[in-house]
């Protein structure tokens, strides 16, 4: 069977990486997202030039590194930072993670991150899992994991996309409002039908 690799993607807050590590213990290798953008950004690395020439050396820190809270605070200040943000680190982010697939034996493989529709990584994936959630849930989640007061954790959902725009390109959509059973069940079938999808494509 040759490789098959969908997306796992959603708004922060949503509960992607307790989704992705649902696929895994069915046997899905699942590459991060974040990790590869953590990777990218490394000190002396093309990336963090471009960004520190893009966004000026207060995204810097006193070791030569990202200063990640004060390169946040300046992508979701406005949707125009955070595009350039993304423009600057998604080429970065799908080397990294293509060769990350490519290394793996894996025939079943998925990408979990939450800008993936409209990146490069995108071309790698051939159908794409929503994750969703309530939106107080996803605030007290984003409060909760990052530390953040609730207006600021309102401003970083507020700066991404709707789930509205995640739905037009989603094959398969999961609500993950922390009922842990009804989660367990919606990932085991939506598992099951790539597997499906991905003996078809196989077959081609």
């Known amino acids: 069977m040759s490789k098959y690799t969908f997306a796992i993607t959603g708004g922060s807050g949503a509960g992607k990486s307790t989704v992705s590590d649902g696929f895994r213990r ?11 953008a953590r990777a990218v950004v490394r000190k002396g690395g093309k990336c963090l030039a471009e960004l520190e020439d893009s966004f000026g050396s207060g995204i810097i820190d006193s070791e030569g590194g990202l200063d990640r809270a004060a390169m946040a605070a300046i992508a979701f200040s406005d949707a125009e930072s955070l595009k350039r943000l993304n423009e600057i680190t998604h080429k970065y982010i799908f080397e990294y993670i293509k060769e990350e697939l490519d290394s793996v034996p894996d025939a079943i493989c998925a990408v979990d ?11 790698l ?16 989640r984003i409060m909760r994991r990052d ?5 600021l954790a309102e401003k970083r959902i507020s700066a991404q996309k ?5 739905a037009v390109h989603a094959d398969h959509i999961i609500e993950n409002n ?8 919606q990932i085991e079938f939506i598992y099951n039908k790539i597997k499906i999808e991905a003996k078809t494509v196989s077959a081609e």
């Open 162 to 166: 709707d789930d509205a725009f995640y």
């Open 113 to 123: 991150g939450a800008v993936i529709i409209g990146s490069p990584v995108m071309s």
């Open 125 to 140: 994936c051939r159908s794409v899992v929503l994750v969703t959630a309530d939106r107080d849930t996803r605030i007290e």
């Open 178 to 185: 922390g009922d842990e059973d009804r989660l367990g069940e």
């Open 147 to 151: 530390g953040i007061s609730r207006q």
């Open 26 to 36: 069915l046997g899905v290798y699942v590459s991060d997202a974040d990790k590869a």
